[in-house]
T-cell receptor
Framework: EAGVVQSPRYKIIEKKQPVAFWCNPI?????LYWYRQNLGQGPELLIR????????DSQLPKDRFSAERLKGVDSTLKIQPAELGDSAVYLC??????????????FGPGTRLTVT | GEDVEQSLFLSVREGDSSVINCTYT??????LYWYKQEPGAGLQLLTY?????DMKQDQRLTVLLNKKDKHLSLRIADTQTGDSAIYFC?????????????FGSGTRLSIRP
């Protein structure tokens, strides 16, 4: 079974440019997460989807970040415009759902973003 | 708010046991996890324990939970070079009106020959 797929793996852009990351979760997983991992830190949740619905986006900087999961499968995370402080690894994860038996999250390899 | 603390580094000799420690602040945490991250890779779930358990063993891994002290540990028996990685402690539960997982900053485990 394929794991969580993310692309691109690496992205270098100049500040003020837009950038987008794509994630395809494990087949059948209803819950999808986007995390940001700064250097030397653990992941921090940006947004969580239950199917198509964003159920927790409290940590998403909405002035420049947006996300969508239109058909409840794959998802895109966008930053526009990017700032130097956005340099980080952006991780996507999925789980069956958030219920007691299905809470295990599976992570993709991440997209390493460098803003110059 | 919720906080998860870990020491940054641990160095052990190959073949010895490694013990990675973690403390957390929120007593309402329901699931407590250990993840492993190798260079350039995403996080891999190693094991987890429910808050109503004290211990869980899975092959070379032993998780101990002290709820009173809000202390979680991961013991890796017979540590091998392939165990070199960053290990993240994470706690899950219902915080600030939302279900979420809070991660520590990770412990980098290095293995000496």
């Amino acid at each position: 079974e394929a794991g969580v797929v993310q692309s691109p793996r690496y992205k270098i852009i100049e500040k003020k440019q837009p950038v987008a990351f794509w994630c395809n979760p494990i087949s059948g997983h209803n819950t999808l997460y986007w995390y940001r991992q700064n250097l030397g830190q653990g992941p921090e949740l940006l947004i969580r989807y239950e199917n198509e619905e964003a159920v927790d986006d409290s940590q998403l900087p909405k002035d420049r970040f947006s996300a969508e999961r239109l058909k409840g499968v794959d998802s895109t995370l966008k930053i526009q415009p990017a700032e130097l402080g956005d340099s980080a690894v952006y991780l996507c994860a999925s789980s069956l759902d958030m219920g007691a038996k299905n809470h295990e999250q599976y992570f993709g390899p991440g997209t390493r973003l460098t803003v110059t | 708010g919720e906080d998860v603390e870990q020491s940054l580094f641990l160095s052990v000799r190959e073949g010895d046991s490694s013990v990675i420690n973690c403390t957390y602040t929120d007593s309402s945490s329901t699931y407590l996890y250990w993840y492993k991250q190798e260079p350039g890779a995403g996080l891999q779930l190693l094991t987890y324990i429910f808050s109503n358990m004290d211990m869980k063993q899975d092959q070379r891994l032993t998780v101990l939970l002290n709820k009173k002290d809000k202390h979680l540990s991961l013991r890796i028996a017979d540590t091998q070079t392939g165990d070199s990685a960053i290990y993240f402690c994470a706690v899950g539960g219902y915080y600030s009106s939302a279900s979420k997982i809070i991660f520590g900053s990770g412990t980098r485990l290095s293995i000496r020959p």
